[in-house]
Each structure stands twice: as structure tokens, then as C-alpha cells.
């Protein structure tokens, strides 16, 4: 059988309505928790007993001396918000330090003990925990303030125990100042003397290598070289300059040595440009005047003729004046590189012997210069430490009030705070709201049952034909007139549209389990069909548990296993009905021997006379996840249709149903969602509501013009005209 086709599965989104529909669903469980919370939170505020607040203020300064600009630390002079001394100061007033003075001073052991233990005495711990749990501190941001609130039924206890609380921590603050005061100045005059004493002792010992160095500076801190620093800087100049002119002296020779080596007359040449001599110059002139000369006289004349000859004596002296020249040239050049050479080696030697005097000096009055250095720094320090007595000696006379001072005491309330009757019960509608809100939408969550067509489109990926309201009738005994009769024409009409071959005309309409209404789908989409003109059989292959018999109150002696049996024709076993053109099979009586009767050969020659004797013939069957007696008829007829209770079953069941309709070879046409609540899906007034006030508002002619166009579309052009009239 061909396998119909479904439409792609919507993507999965949340819409607004969707919450809602949750919301409405679930109201009775949201109502239920928002009551209850509410009626909890009301009586838990009325209860509670009534307490007062007061509050006293508080400035409180950080550690360091009164007198400020005489060496205080800045931490000391310029202290603003601290978190961290703000915290420590917490610490402290919820210590026992604190709250021992003001249990003592306001007799809270007795008096608590009276009111909270039965009239005998508190330990001063168990009263330290009382107060701790009614007190609060709460800074000022970025001030040095802080708020002492203390919690009590009674006004007046609470003022007065805040301000016990600032004065007990100000007695607090101010008898430990001055104790570490007097303490810290007997350390520092201790240690005063002691510094005293050393320096006494060092001072003799610096006096004392001083004469034996001989050493004339004696304030100096460290041995001063003879070689200073700018004599360095013009040393290390003079010594650049000197291998700068010694370097190029030294390659100029080198290159004038090579060339007279290879080349004597080339240096007469090259010689000039290097250095200037003006006898040197005179000469080579001269000689390149007689060589011109000889030149000329050799055209004309012989060598032996006498001006030749006197020419060339002359340019014979010229050569030989040139040539000692040329060498005593050489000679001063080297003797001017040995002389730079000299003096660069002489400036090194003059900077060494100061280094090595310098180093010599060092090494021999270091001792001296080591003494002086702690002599300074334990000067300096002793200077210090004496400044801090005169300042410490000058803080302790200066009363230590202005360390932590009362801005603001405490007043009893006029009013109770706690608790707060309105934010608690407000508080309490709030989150029996929310809770009500989160139960609902977590019931729902854990609701894996059918919900919407995107959850079937989606999870099944099928389509869905039809959508079924809650508490629907049964088409037999209300007629073609019923308000739910809309609903069950739209899943024929879908139905119609789905089949891609008009001769698929044998449905079975099945369940994954008991109760979704497969059976009431049956008798009503089969009604429809019937009151659309069609010739219409349904056949109750339910063996195990039949039930149609009784809706249409006809026997169950004879029917299908009677025929399957091979006892009965079909002519016997099939029944008229009510209404027109609509007949019926009953189950019959099934025999124990017999339980796999629905899948022989008779079964399927049933179905083929069946298709011929009737336009549309319907099976109901039995659950198919219950008995294999589904899964055979799925595999028999044309076209298979599930039906899926809404809100009943979870989904994996009934995607098991679909998917063992699928294994067995079942044409699959799609889904039927049933029993849909409209009053809280308002989103299936569309499916249900809107096609009755729409199609009962026309003229009975509109709708029977139409039910015919609609099964025209359905056959599609293999029908002509003349067969739908005769159909209707």
C-alpha cells in the first residue's frame, strides 16, 4: 500500500498563548497555592509579636595620634571609609569586651532571665546572645558614621540598650588608647636610652680611626677619590680623541709602507695627497718639467746630443733628491705615529695610577668610613624616635574623646516595625503567586501527554485531520443537525483529501490504549460519511471487548468471526442501522481456538467484497498496544487512522502506536486529536466553535451546495458530475 505523505514537523516555539493556555489549565492548582501561602503568610505576620527599633549614631575615628602634621602616618591624619576598619569595629562592639559592660550596667542577666527563662538568671553568654541576634550595625557610605539599632518589645529597653551599646564601645576605645599610649611611650624612652648609649660608643670609635687614618675630612660619609668624576668624563674624551688620531695615522703609514714595498715610483705619486711638503712638490714639479722636455728633444735630436744628454743628468739628480725625500718623509710620518702611540699609552698609565691610589685610599679607610655610616643612620633614627616621644607625650595629655563621639542617641519608637504587616503579606500574595505559577508550569513539564497539534506535527510528524471537542454526542442520535457534526465533517474532509487513490476506501481507526475515543470517532466520522450520501459500512473487529452492538442496540450473534468462520454470508452478518445508508457488522461470537482469525485469508477476501459492495467501510479495532489483532488490521486495510486522547497517555505510547502501525506496513493517513476542553484551549475554537456558528448560520442549500463541491475535490476528476448526484 502506498504510504501517504505528511507534512513537515512545525518548529518548536512558545508563544504567549501557549502560557497561557497553562495558566488557565492549571488555575485550580495555581488558586490552590496562591491561597494557601497567602493564608500562611497572614497568619505567620499576625502572630509574630510586635517589636520596636532605636537607633543611636555613632563617629568613630581610626588609630593614630591627635596632634596631626608631627609625623603621623596619612592613614592616621586623612582617614576616611575604611571597609576594613569598619568591619573590625563591628567585631568589636558584638564582643565581649562591649556587651560584658552593658549586661552589667543595665542588669540584663536578671532582667532578660526573668522575662525569657522563667524568672532565673541569665549567663552573661546566654544575655550576649539575645542582645546579638536584636542589635544591627550599619555603616554610613563613604562616612565615619555608624548606626547602633537594637530590636525590643519594649521602646524604652530598646533606646536605652542602643545607647549603652555607643557609650560601652566609646569607654572602650578610649581606656585602650590610653593604655597602649603609656605602654608604647615607656617602650619608646627605653629605647631611647638604649640608642643613646650607642651612639656614645660609636662617636669614640669614629674619633678614634679618624686620628689613626689620619683622615682631615672627617664629616664625610665615604672616601672621596682624586680622580673625580669630570676628570673621568675628560679623560675618557682626551682618550677617544688620541686612539681616533693615533688609528688614522697608523693606517695611513701602513697603506704608504705597502705601496713602497710594490711600488717605489707610485709613491712619489701618491705621497702629495697624503701629506703636504712643499720641497717635495718643488721637486716632482721639476722632475715632470725635464721629463716633458726630453720628450721634445727626442724627436728632434739623437740621445748623444748635448742638450739630451744635459736633460737627462738633470732628470737623473731630480729622481735621486726624490727618492731621499720620499724616505724622509716616511721616516717622520713613523716617528709621528711611534710619538701618539707614546702619548695614548702614557694617558692610560696616568688614569690607572689614579684609580689604583684611589682604590688603595678606599680599602685602607673603609673601616673609618663603615663606623661614620652607622654613626648617621643611628643619628638619624635617634632623631626620630625622639620626635615621637614629644608627639606621643603631648597625644597623651590631650583627652581622647573626639576618638569615637555620640551624634545622634537613641529615642524610643513611636511605632512597632516588625513585623511589617503590609510588605509580609504582600510578600506572601507575591510568592504564593510565583510558586502557584512555577507548580503549574512544572506539572506541565512533567505532562508528557498529547497538549496541542504542534506537539502532534511535531513529535509524530504526522498531520493532524481533526480536532474533536470534550464531551461529544453520538451523530446517531442527535442527526445531521448536532453542533458537533462540524467537526466530524472537517476530519472527512481532511480524510478525503488525504487519500491519493479513491479506491482506499477501507479504514481502521486505532488507539495506543483503552478510552481515547476511537470507537465514538468511528460511529460519528462513519455517520458522516452516511449523511453525505455515501454507502457506508462499519465493522466491530473489537473481538475481545466489542461495544458498537450496544450503541446501536442490535444483537451480537451474527457478525464477523461468524463469516470469517466460514458459518454465515455477508448478505446474513451485516445489519441496517438508523440512519440511512449506514449499515453494520457486529464482532460476533469468538471462540478461544480461534484468536488469530483476523489475520487468514478469509479476513482478506471479506475486505476485497467489502470494497465492492460499499463506498467507505470502517473498522474498529481494539488498542493497538493492547492485542496484535490492530497491528493485523493495519496491515489489511487502505488507510490506517490513530486517534490520540488528549491529555491522557504520554507520548512515548503513543508514538510506540504509531510506529508499530509503520513496522506492520500501514498506510498511515494521520491523527485524530480528541476530547479537546474548548472552555480552556481557546485555541481549538477555531477547530470547533467557529465552523458551527459559521456553517449552522447559512441556509441548509448553501451547506449541501458545498458538502458536493467538497467530495468533488476529494474524487478529483475520475468522478463525473452524474455519479455525485447519484451519490446524493
Known amino acids: 500500500m502506498d504510504q501517504v505523505t505528511t507534512s513537515a514537523a512545525p518548529e518548536a516555539r512558545l508563544h504567549f498563548l501557549d502560557y497561557w493556555r497553562v495558566i488557565r489549565i492549571r488555575k485550580a492548582i495555581i488558586i490552590t497555592v496562591f491561597l494557601i501561602t497567602a493564608i500562611i503568610a497572614t497568619a505567620v505576620t499576625l502572630i509574630l509579636p510586635e517589636s520596636y527599633a532605636s537607633t543611636a549614631r555613632i563617629k568613630v575615628e581610626n588609630e593614630g ?18 571597609p576594613y576598619f569598619i568591619q573590625t569595629t563591628f567585631e568589636i562592639m558584638q564582643s565581649q569586651l562591649v556587651l560584658s559592660n552593658v549586661i552589667a550596667t543595665m542588669n540584663l542577666n536578671v532582667e532578660w532571665g526573668k522575662k525569657y527563662n522563667n524568672g532565673e538568671t541569665l549567663k552573661t553568654t546566654e544575655t550576649m546572645e539575645i542582645l546579638k541576634q536584636r542589635m544591627g550595625l550599619v555603616p554610613v557610605r563613604n562616612t565615619k558614621l555608624i548606626s547602633i539599632t537594637v530590636y525590643s518589645d519594649d521602646k524604652k529597653e530598646a533606646a536605652d540598650l542602643a545607647n549603652s551599646i555607643a557609650e560601652a564601645y566609646r569607654t572602650y576605645r578610649i581606656q585602650t588608647s590610653q593604655q597602649q599610649a603609656t605602654t608604647g611611650l615607656e617602650v619608646y624612652q627605653t629605647q631611647y636610652l638604649e640608642e643613646s648609649n650607642r651612639i656614645e660608643m660609636l662617636q669614640a670609635n669614629v674619633d678614634n680611626l679618624r686620628r689613626t687614618l689620619d683622615i682631615n675630612n672627617g664629616t664625610a660619609s665615604s672616601p672621596e677619590p682624586e680622580l673625580t668624576v669630570e676628570q673621568l668624563r675628560s679623560y675618557q674624551a682626551q682618550k677617544l680623541e688620541s686612539e681616533q688620531a693615533y688609528n688614522v695615522s697608523l693606517v695611513q703609514l701602513q697603506d704608504l709602507q705597502t705601496i713602497q714595498q710594490t711600488n717605489q715610483s707610485k709613491l712619489r705619486d701618491v705621497l702629495p695627497g697624503v701629506v703636504s711638503d712643499a720641497e717635495l712638490g718643488s721637486l716632482l714639479a721639476q722632475y715632470h718639467e725635464a721629463q716633458r722636455k726630453i720628450a721634445a728633444l727626442k724627436v728632434d735630436y739623437s740621445p748623444a746630443n748635448l742638450d739630451v744628454t744635459r736633460v737627462q743628468t738633470l732628470i737623473d739628480t731630480l729622481d735621486g733628491q726624490i727618492i731621499d725625500r720620499v724616505a724622509g718623509i716616511m721616516v717622520t710620518l713613523q716617528s709621528q705615529v711611534n710619538s701618539k702611540k707614546a ?33 648617621d643612620q643611628l643619628l638619624d633614627s635617634h632623631k626620630l624616635l625622639y620626635t615621637k616621644i614629644v608627639i606621643d607625650t603631648i597625644d597623651a595629655q590631650i583627652p581622647k574623646t573626639t576618638m569615637v563621639e555620640v551624634i545622634d542617641r537613641a ?16 510578600l506572601g500574595l507575591i510568592f504564593g503567586l510565583i510558586m502557584g505559577v512555577g507548580l503549574a508550569f512544572f506539572i506541565e513539564y512533567l505532562d508528557t501527554s498529547v497538549k496541542t497539534i504542534d506537539d502532534v506535527e511535531r513529535t509524530f510528524q504526522a498531520p493532524v485531520l481533526g480536532v474533536i471537542p470534550q464531551n461529544i454526542g453520538y451523530l446517531l442520535e442527535e442527526g445531521a443537525e448536532s453542533k458537533h457534526a462540524e467537526a466530524y465533517r472537517v476530519l472527512r474532509t481532511n480524510l478525503l483529501f488525504s487519500r491519493k487513490d479513491e479506491k482506499l476506501n477501507t479504514i481502521v481507526i486505532v ?28 465493522v466491530d473487529s473489537d473481538l475481545r471487548r466489542p461495544t458498537l452492538h450496544k450503541l446501536f442496540k442490535v444483537a451480537n450473534n451474527l457478525g464477523l468471526t461468524n463469516y470469517l468462520l466460514k458459518q454465515n454470508t455477508v ?9 440511512p445508508n449506514l449499515d453494520f457488522m457486529a464482532s460476533g461470537k469468538l471462540p478461544s481456538s480461534s484468536m488469530g482469525i483476523l489475520g487468514s485469508a478469509q479476513m482478506k477476501e471479506l475486505i476485497a467484497e467489502l470494497k465492492q459492495r460499499y463506498d467507505f467501510i ?11 489483532d490492530a497491528s493485523i488490521l493495519a496491515s489489511e486495510v487502505d488507510l490506517v487512522m490513530q486517534v490520540i486522547q488528549y491529555r491522557r497517555y504520554p507520548q512515548p505510547m503513543t508514538i510506540r502506536a504509531k510506529q508499530m502501525i509503520e513496522k506492520v506496513g500501514g498506510n498511515f ?11 480552556q484551549d ?15 448560520s447559512r441556509d441548509p442549500s448553501e451547506q449541501e451546495a458545498e458538502a458536493k463541491k467538497a467530495d468533488l475535490a476529494a474524487k478529483g476528476p475520475g468522478d463525473t458530475e452524474v455519479n455525485i448526484k447519484q451519490k446524493y
Open 65 to 82: 595620634g591627635i596632634v596631626s602634621g608631627m609625623g603621623n602616618s596619612p592613614a592616621a591624619t586623612s582617614f576616611g571609609y575604611d
Open 343 to 375: 702619548s695614548l699609552d702614557s694617558l692610560v698609565q696616568q688614569v690607572e695610577e689614579a684609580k689604583q691610589k684611589d682604590h688603595d685610599n678606599a680599602t685602607k679607610n673603609q673601616p673609618y668610613y663603615d663606623e661614620k655610616r652607622k654613626l
Open 411 to 426: 529615642e524610643p519608637g513611636k511605632a512597632p516595625v516588625k513585623p511589617n504587616k503590609t510588605l509580609n503579606i504582600t
Open 511 to 538: 488507539s495506543a490504549g483503552a478510552g481515547e475515543g476511537k470507537s465514538t470517532t468511528t460511529i460519528n466520522l462513519s455517520t458522516v460519511f452516511a449523511q453525505a450520501g455515501n454507502r457506508v459500512l462499519i
Open 571 to 579: 448478505v446474513e452478518v451485516v445489519q441496517t442501522t438508523s440512519v
Open 618 to 628: 470502517f473498522f474498529d479495532s481494539p488498542p493497538i498496544l493492547g492485542v496484535s
Open 669 to 679: 493517513v494521520g491523527m485524530v486529536l480528541n476530547n479537546i476542553n474548548m472552555s
Open 682 to 696: 481557546e485555541g481549538y475554537y477555531y477547530y470547533s466553535g467557529y465552523y458551527h456558528d459559521y456553517y449552522y
